[in-house]
């Protein structure tokens, strides 16, 4: 009796992961690279450096929600510690080197390089891109790793959701308050001049689908803007002005149209926008108490008393 052929776990993976993304209508690309990124987290989970980093950006929204927030092609991380280049460098080529449960991943330490980040960068960051192998794909990973920001309250333990059946990163990561806080930084910093779609667009759907404590809003946001020596404005930032939104109206529909979701003009985005961050940058402004209550359906309120 010949033995059972070995299965091509690689092969399989492969196999599985296109059948996905042709189930979600998704670029099977796309679904690669997330991948790569959701295995190398995996690593980074079971390795002795989980402690020095969380997530953040654009990732997280693969754990808050439902379906595909917005397409993304790299994670973001907040780190801790030495954070030269070589360092880091090390750090991720040992992560490609890790012996973990099989998952048809090849990561190849040799590929890994480690930059500064100059855009946009309010904070020191390095860029680190490394390559994995898939049964003859190339999957290139880019993590950018900043350093130095505050983070309120305080991290969270989560569980990262896999694509397949394989075992899934437990990592801490950003509270939703610290992200509301840095996008809104973002904003007032950059002014007229921004050109971050994604972030007005983030902060759009967290208004619309999570409650906020006020003042635990306020502080995250008063911390932040402090630590990134941003000024907290007293009066209206050009960012959630009705201009603003008639200035970036052609911006923001090829950002809607590039990334396939669905329909909302650019006023509407802004209106609600500005109805959930502008009071909490008054009250932080002013050092006022902010005893409110953010719910999607209802807006700020007071709680009901018990």
């Known amino acids: 009796m010949k033995p059972e052929p070995k299965r091509n776990l690689p092969a399989s993976v492969r196999q599985r992961l296109l059948t996905l993304s042709e189930r979600r209508k998704?670029?099977?690309?796309?679904?690669?690279?997330?991948?790569?990124?959701?295995?190398?987290?995996?690593?980074l989970s079971r390795s002795p450096h989980a402690e020095k980093f969380l997530l953040k950006g654009a990732m997280l929204f693969a754990i808050w929600s439902d379906g595909t927030h917005r397409p993304t092609r790299d994670v973001d991380l907040l780190g801790s510690g030495p954070h030269d280049d070589e360092t880091l460098k090390?750090?991720?080529a040992e992560l490609c080197?890790?012996?973990?449960?099989?998952?048809?991943?090849?990561?190849?330490?040799?590929?890994?390089?480690?930059?500064?980040?100059?855009?946009?960068?309010?904070?020191?960051?390095?860029?680190?891109?490394?390559?994995?192998?898939?049964?003859?794909?190339?999957?290139?990973?880019?993590?950018d790793i900043g350093f130095g920001d505050v983070v309120t309250p305080a991290p969270e333990e989560i569980t990262f959701p896999v694509l397949l059946d394989f075992p899934a990163p437990h990592l801490r990561a950003?509270?939703?308050?610290?992200?509301?806080?840095?996008?809104?930084?973002?904003?007032?910093?950059?002014?007229?001049a921004n050109t971050r779609m994604k972030d007005f667009f983030?902060?759009?759907?967290?208004?619309?689908?999570?409650?906020?404590?006020?003042?635990?809003?306020?502080?995250?946001?008063?911390?932040?803007?402090?630590?990134?020596?941003?000024?907290?404005?007293?009066?209206?930032?050009?960012?959630?002005?009705?201009?603003?939104?008639?200035q970036k109206a052609s911006?923001?529909?090829?950002?809607?149209?590039?990334?396939?979701?669905?329909?909302v003009a650019m006023t509407a985005t802004l209106d609600a926008i500005r109805a959930f961050a502008w009071p909490v940058m008054e009250a932080a402004?002013?050092?006022?108490?902010?005893?409110?209550?953010?719910?999607?359906?209802?807006?700020?309120?007071?709680p009901e008393q018990r």
């Open 202 to 246: 983030d902060l759009w759907f967290l208004s619309r689908k999570f409650p906020f404590e006020g003042e635990l809003l306020k502080d995250a946001t008063t911390r932040t803007f402090a630590r990134r020596e941003t000024p907290m404005p007293a009066t209206m930032p050009v960012a959630l002005t009705p201009e603003f939104a008639a």
């Open 285 to 302: 402004v002013n050092a006022s108490a902010f005893p409110e209550h953010w719910t999607p359906a209802k807006g700020w309120h007071l």
């Open 251 to 263: 911006a923001w529909a090829v950002f809607i149209r590039r990334n396939a979701l669905a329909p």
């Open 174 to 192: 950003y509270p939703i308050y610290t992200v509301v806080a840095e996008k809104l930084e973002a904003s007032v910093r950059l002014g007229e």
């Open 90 to 92: 090390q750090i991720f």
């Open 26 to 43: 998704e670029p099977f690309d796309l679904v690669l690279v997330r991948y790569g990124i959701e295995r190398l987290l995996y690593r």
């Open 97 to 143: 080197r890790l012996e973990t449960e099989p998952d048809g991943l090849t990561f190849l330490p040799e590929s890994v390089v480690a930059a500064p980040i100059r855009e946009e960068a309010a904070y020191p960051g390095t860029r680190v891109t490394l390559e994995a192998r898939l049964e003859g794909a190339r999957i290139r990973v880019q993590v």
